[in-house]
């Protein structure tokens, strides 16, 4: 069973930087097709929305991280990356990469991210 495993979460002083990796434990066909994300969940709050890289090749973003966070991806690798600059203690989260395809979407386990000095 294909699974997605996030990477590159831990802690960071505020101004600083991540860089978060999400890849499919298998090859997936198609991968450039599908429609890739990153959310995050605070502790008590619902999981929110980041970043999107859909299969088209478009790109969007939440207005609490335009401009500071940056989505790409890597098909031959079947991995989407997040990176974050300029980190806020609000970022703290669960941070979570999500796939969507045709046949259905699946999540990722989540890594955690804290901003703190």
């Known amino acids: 069973q294909v699974q997605l495993v996030e990477s590159g979460g831990g802690l960071a002083q505020p101004g600083g930087t991540l860089r978060l990796s999400c890849t499919t434990s298998?090859?997936?066909?198609?991968?450039?097709?599908?429609?890739m994300g990153w959310y995050r969940q605070a502790p008590g709050k619902q999981r929110e929305f980041l970043a999107a890289?859909?299969?088209?090749?478009?790109?969007n973003y939440a207005d609490s991280v335009r401009g500071r966070f940056t989505i790409s991806r890597d098909n031959a690798k079947n991995t989407v990356y997040l990176q974050m600059n300029s980190l806020k203690p609000e970022d703290t989260a669960v941070y979570f990469c999500?796939?969507?395809?045709?046949?259905?979407?699946?999540w990722g386990q989540g890594t955690q991210v804290t901003v703190s000095s």
């Open positions: 298998t090859t997936i066909r198609g991968f450039s097709l599908t429609d």
């Open positions: 999500n796939l969507r395809a045709n046949w259905g979407q699946m």
């Open positions: 890289y859909t299969g088209g090749g478009s790109t």
